[in-house]
């Protein structure tokens, strides 16, 4: 009887004073159910363990999707986002290569075996990625689940990219050192371009400089088998990003529980939910 007089009179005073009535529902929610005998509180949607767990959950999703899709025959070659081609600066090669007869089809050769080398080397990122996700902290874990569409793959791109690069570049360089016209290899040829272009653009941007004009032939430093390898990837990334962005909009669709409870609050706005004890 006592509860109850102490119930009405703070409803009362509570309504006299329209100010009162969010402290009106912080209290209510404390109070006991005097019918059920029941309190309700409002906790986290998630822990911070399961944050993580779903975050190693959706990573694993996202890299086994994309490293097999990747390794499929043609996923670079026919792919027009991701697909390997030389650099801009190869256009002279390209230039002389194609005043040969069959010269073009050489080119053609070395763009497809680039492409190949990316697509058997995506199958072999799996043991890279899974590292980098086994050492992910809590404070990683809850970071990237709160964080932009992409964030699990700029998480990946930051542990795992130097690792990736040691693993892609060997197998390019190999297609690079293939020989070609008159047994030069593509390394071969574009070191020699490169060699001179940079040594005649030299005296042109003496003279140009001399003369208080712009420099006409800036130095040319790229190496091939290092932007071949970054192609490659940003390929890799651009797919295991396009995975992320699905798991996000769509956790309701994998077989981890895990992905489906947190990324689903996640993507509904919600951070507490209301329990009864």
Same mark, same amino acid.
């Given at each position: 009887m006592?509860?109850?007089l102490v119930?009405?009179?703070t409803v009362?005073?509570c309504?006299?004073?329209i100010?009162c009535?969010?402290?009106?529902q912080?209290? @209510? @929610?404390g109070?006991m159910d005097l019918?059920g005998g029941t309190s309700?509180?409002?906790?986290? =949607? *998630?822990t911070?363990e399961e944050?993580?767990s =779903?975050? /190693?959950?959706?990573l694993?999703? #996202?890299?086994?999707?994309?490293?097999? @899709?990747?390794?499929? /025959?043609?996923?670079?070659?026919k792919n027009?986002?991701?697909?390997?081609?030389?650099?801009?600066e190869a256009k002279?090669?390209?230039?002389?290569?194609?005043?040969?007869?069959g010269?073009?089809s050489?080119?053609? %050769?070395v763009v497809?075996r680039?492409?190949?080398?990316?697509e058997e080397?995506?199958?072999?990122t799996?043991n890279i990625?899974?590292?980098?996700i086994?050492?992910m902290t809590?404070?990683?874990?809850?970071?990237i689940?709160?964080?932009?569409k &992409?964030a699990?793959?700029e998480?990946l791109?930051?542990?795992c990219? &130097?690792?990736?690069?040691n693993?892609?570049k060997p197998k390019?360089n190999?297609?690079?050192n293939k020989p070609?016209v008159?047994n030069?290899s593509?390394n071969?040829?574009w070191?020699?371009?490169?060699?001179?272009y940079n040594?005649y653009?030299k005296?042109?941007?003496?003279?140009? /400089?001399?003369a208080?004009?712009?420099?006409?032939c800036?130095p040319?430093?790229? %190496?091939?088998a290092?932007?071949?390898?970054e192609?490659?990837? %940003?390929?890799?990334?651009t #797919?295991? =990003?396009?995975e992320e962005?699905?798991i996000r909009e769509?956790?309701l669709? *994998?077989? @981890?529980?895990?992905?489906q409870k947190v990324?689903n609050?996640?993507?509904?706005?919600?951070?507490t939910?209301?329990v009864?004890?």
């Amino acid at each position: 009887m006592k509860k109850n007089l102490v119930l009405i009179f703070t409803v009362l005073v509570c309504f006299l004073n329209i100010s009162c009535l969010s402290s009106l529902q912080e209290l @209510s @929610s404390g109070l006991m159910d005097l019918n059920g005998g029941t309190s309700v509180k409002k906790v986290p =949607a *998630y822990t911070n363990e399961e944050a993580v767990s =779903a975050m /190693k959950d959706a990573l694993e999703e #996202g890299i086994k999707f994309a490293s097999s @899709s990747l390794s499929q /025959k043609d996923a670079y070659f026919k792919n027009a986002a991701i697909k390997i081609l030389l650099p801009e600066e190869a256009k002279p090669i390209i230039g002389i290569l194609n005043k040969i007869p069959g010269g073009q089809s050489l080119v053609d %050769d070395v763009v497809l075996r680039l492409n190949r080398t990316a697509e058997e080397a995506a199958k072999d990122t799996v043991n890279i990625f899974v590292s980098a996700i086994k050492q992910m902290t809590v404070i990683d874990g809850i970071k990237i689940v709160t964080g932009n569409k &992409d964030a699990a793959t700029e998480y990946l791109r930051e542990k795992c990219y &130097d690792k990736l690069v040691n693993l892609y570049k060997p197998k390019v360089n190999t297609v690079l050192n293939k020989p070609l016209v008159m047994n030069v290899s593509a390394n071969e040829a574009w070191e020699k371009l490169i060699t001179n272009y940079n040594k005649y653009g030299k005296i042109a941007n003496t003279a140009a /400089k001399i003369a208080g004009q712009k420099e006409p032939c800036p130095p040319v430093t790229v %190496d091939l088998a290092q932007y071949a390898t970054e192609k490659a990837l %940003d390929g890799l990334f651009t #797919g295991i =990003a396009e995975e992320e962005a699905k798991i996000r909009e769509n956790p309701l669709k *994998y077989a @981890s529980a895990m992905i489906q409870k947190v990324f689903n609050y996640v993507k509904q706005g919600i951070t507490t939910i209301t329990v009864r004890s």
